[in-house]
């Protein structure tokens, strides 16, 4: 079997043992400052700033997804198309030619077809597997997680 997890940098596990109280202990510090500066008021003001913006955000992600960009960095005209259907890499422009092997199009390929299928196949190609054995694999591994 082949392990789909990756390790992690043994730098960020050495110093994060000391790293991460520092941060926290410095953030109710300066909290504590702010507190005693600006009065009571100031942690609704943040809370209430942080809410709206929390929404806001949600908003403009429901109402106005990312889009694929079409845009030929060369003609300046809305034609570029993936380069290669069966993966979410490389474009090329239907009128001036241009190609680009290395520019995503993930926004394309989530317009055009299903991703997971895309995924899958590439996954396949990293592992050296079937995507159906790779499917399969990932479902016994989420399954002896949970349990």
Same mark, same amino acid.
């Given at each position: 079997?082949?392990?789909?997890?990756?390790?992690?940098?043994?730098?960020?596990?050495?110093?994060?043992?000391?790293?991460?109280?520092?941060?926290?202990?410095?953030?109710?510090?300066?909290?504590?400052?702010?507190?005693?500066?600006?009065? #009571?008021?100031?942690?609704?003001?943040?809370?209430?700033?942080?809410?709206?913006?929390?929404?806001?955000?949600?908003?403009?992600?429901?109402?106005? #997804?990312?889009?694929?960009?079409?845009?030929? #960095?060369?003609?300046?005209?809305?034609?570029?198309?993936?380069?290669?259907?069966?993966?979410?890499?490389?474009?090329?422009?239907?009128?001036?030619?241009?190609?680009?092997?290395?520019?995503?199009?993930?926004?394309?390929?989530?317009?055009?077809?299903?991703?997971?299928?895309?995924?899958?196949?590439?996954?396949?190609?990293?592992?050296?597997?079937?995507?159906?054995?790779?499917?399969?694999?990932?479902?016994?591994?989420?399954?002896?997680?949970?349990?």
């Amino acid at each position: 079997m082949t392990k789909l997890r990756t390790k992690r940098p043994s730098l960020f596990s050495r110093w994060l043992w000391w790293i991460l109280p520092l941060l926290v202990f410095g953030a109710i510090i300066v909290s504590l400052q702010l507190l005693r500066v600006s009065g #009571p008021k100031l942690p609704s003001i943040v809370l209430g700033v942080t809410i709206i913006t929390l929404f806001g955000w949600i908003f403009v992600s429901v109402f106005y #997804p990312a889009r694929a960009d079409r845009t030929c #960095p060369e003609c300046k005209e809305e034609a570029l198309e993936r380069l290669d259907l069966n993966t979410t890499r490389g474009v090329t422009c239907s009128r001036c030619g241009h190609t680009d092997p290395d520019e995503t199009s993930w926004f394309m390929a989530e317009e055009e077809t299903v991703l997971e299928e895309i995924v899958l196949a590439e996954r396949a190609r990293l592992f050296e597997l079937q995507p159906e054995e790779l499917a399969r694999e990932e479902e016994t591994t989420q399954n002896t997680e949970t349990n």
